[in-house]
């Protein structure tokens, strides 16, 4: 399955911002067993290109790895070299989505105005983030009418209470951070297995829709 399928299969790309390096694999291994394999690391995050690497090699095929808040071209290929198989960004830099491509890897390209999302498409985006989702379901609905052939994956703001919501609403996939993984907690035994109850969750909500 490549990369773009996959995303779209899962539907939900969990954000991993501001956690301490130590702890991702351990992360990793509880969202794995909720049910969640695809994981975006962003680049904002302390030694987020070593920890690309090294989630990307010890994890191998059971987990998908990404790099998020991808701002330029340097960045995609410093993301990508380290084993980012997919590239997000919080805006429309068109240059990001350019290099993105050429490197063989899949684009998903921050956009939130309607003239935003239909460029990021045209640029070469394979799903578009519409950021911030926080301005509700019905955005969604309404952006279906004029483009019902560019995938969207809102972010910012889905929850367990309203993901359903924005599946109606046309959502192809879903970034999923704060809700899902709550950073000031300690990663302990308790806490990771309560990340792995919540996970199923997430999971379960995008399954047989």
């Given amino acids: 399955m490549d990369t773009l399928t996959r995303i779209l299969a899962h539907k939900i790309i969990v954000i991993i911002r501001g956690i301490d390096p130590a ?23 302390r030694d987020a290109l ?14 998908l790895i990404g790099a998020g808040t991808v701002l330029d071209a340097t ?33 998903i390209p921050g956009a939130f105005t309607a ?4 460029s990021a498409y045209n640029a070469g985006g394979d799903i578009i983030k519409v950021f911030p989702a926080s301005v509700g379901a019905n955005y969604f609905r309404d952006l279906r009418g004029p483009f019902p052939q560019i995938p969207l994956m809102p972010t910012g703001g889905v929850n367990l209470t309203n993901i359903r919501e924005y599946q109606k609403a046309g959502a192809v996939a879903y970034g ?32 047989d829709f």
């Avoid at 003239?115 to 239909?118: A, C, D, K, R, S």
Wanted: contains cysteine; aromatic residues 2%.
């Fill in 75 to 107: 960045s995609v290929e410093a993301a990508i070299s380290a084993g980012a198989r997919f590239i997000v960004s919080p805006c429309l830099n068109i240059e990001t989505i350019r290099a993105t491509k050429q490197m063989g890897a899949v684009s």
């Fill in 115 to 118: 003239t935003e999302i239909l």
């Fill in 176 to 207: 999923i951070g704060g809700a899902l993984i709550d950073v000031s907690q300690k990663m302990s035994k308790e806490y990771l297995r309560s990340l792995t109850e919540k996970a199923k969750q997430f999971a379960e909500a995008v399954t």
């Fill in 23 to 45: 702890d991702i694999l351990n992360i990793a291994g509880a969202l794995l067993k909720g049910g969640l394999s695809v994981m975006e690391i962003t680049l904002n995050s």
């Fill in 50 to 63: 070593s920890v690309i690497k090294q989630a990307s090699t010890q994890m191998g095929e059971q987990l």
